[in-house]
């Protein structure tokens, strides 16, 4: 089964790359998470006019992430 993935995954790959995975883990674990889409036509589609949303947020994170981070290094030395 072919999923659209809705954020970083490690094994299978990143923001919006179509991975084939077996069906059992699309609809028990990676659908139900909101990790993961199925690959169909629509899909695809919506899944273009939101991508730059989705890459905005993840940036968003990893630079509260840094930030947390410089904060954390001048605490401690």
Do not use: H
């Amino acid at each position: 089964m072919q999923v659209i993935l809705l954020e970083k995954n490690e094994k299978l790959g990143n923001l919006g790359d179509v991975a084939n995975v077996k069906s059992g883990y699309a609809r028990n674990y990676l659908i139900p998470q909101g990790k993961a889409k199925p690959a169909n036509k629509a899909n695809l589609a919506a899944f273009e006019t939101i991508r730059a949303e989705l890459e905005a947020k993840e940036a968003a994170a990893l630079s509260d992430a840094q930030t947390k981070e410089s904060a954390m290094t001048d605490i401690v030395c």
